[in-house]
């Protein structure tokens, strides 16, 4: 079962706008990740953040995260067309008691992202 | 080599066929996953091999069966599938399953079942 939602489901905007994508999930977590994937091709990593971790940048990219409300924020500012992508977020949840959960990221549901030229 | 390679990217079999997928990375991870995605839909979990062993079938039906030969190779095992397991098959590796740093996806094998 995918316990990540994210809205909205999908966004256009136009270059040098800013996109902002969030991500709702159920469960206690290790880490929140956010993936891009490009149509019909594999995932790429984009940032990771961890429980103890309230926001986080890398480039453009800008992400936050509320344990208290069990959900993160993607921001990519002055967004390019080459930005053009699924984007999705996955969470890493805390092992369960038997420690068997270990390596099971879930994913969200995804936003399509297109940025106009 | 910071890459994983799937091969073949695209497959198309009938459903008395038997076929593997197959997966590489040589970036030292011991831990390696294979995904299933449906079209506009996310990944969806199938195994997970943990130091070369499978730690998680996510109830993946038996006619996937999967192997872990050695630390960088994984396969696929397929055999009598159905239509509705045309896919996107999706190979993933992270350096270890219990400190996460991130996965890193192949570009995936694009399964029709016919």
């Known amino acids: 079962s995918q316990q990540g939602e994210e809205d909205p489901q999908a966004l256009s905007i136009q270059e040098g706008e800013n996109a902002t994508m969030n991500c709702s999930y159920k469960t206690s977590i290790n880490n929140l990740q956010w993936y891009r994937q490009n149509s019909g091709r594999g995932l790429v990593h984009l940032i990771l953040?961890?429980?103890?971790?309230r926001e986080k940048h890398s480039g453009r990219l800008r992400v936050t995260l509320d344990t208290s409300k069990k959900s993160s924020s993607l921001l990519i500012t002055a967004s390019r067309a080459a930005d053009t992508a699924s984007y999705f977020c996955a969470t890493d949840a805390l092992p369960n008691a038997g420690g068997t959960s270990y390596g099971k990221l879930t994913f969200g549901q995804g936003t399509i992202l297109t940025v106009h030229p | 080599d910071t890459e994983v390679t799937q091969t073949p990217k695209h497959l198309v079999m009938g459903m008395t066929n038997k076929k593997s997928l197959k997966c590489e990375q040589h970036?030292?991870?011991?831990?390696m996953y294979w995904y299933k995605q449906k079209a506009k839909k996310p990944p969806e979990l199938m195994f997970v091999?943990?130091?070369?062993?499978?730690?998680i079938n996510e109830s993946v039906p038996s006619r996937f069966s999967p192997e872990c030969p050695n630390s960088s190779l994984l396969n696929l095992h397929l055999h009598a599938l159905q239509p509705e397991d045309s896919a996107l098959y999706l190979c993933?590796?992270?350096?270890?399953?219990?400190?996460?740093?991130?996965?890193?996806f192949g570009s995936g094998t694009r399964l029709t079942v016919v």
């Open positions: 970036m030292g991870h011991r831990a």
């Open positions: 953040i961890r429980s103890n971790e």
């Open positions: 993933a590796s992270s350096q270890d399953p219990v400190e996460n740093y991130g996965y890193t």
């Open positions: 091999y943990s130091y070369e062993k499978l730690s």
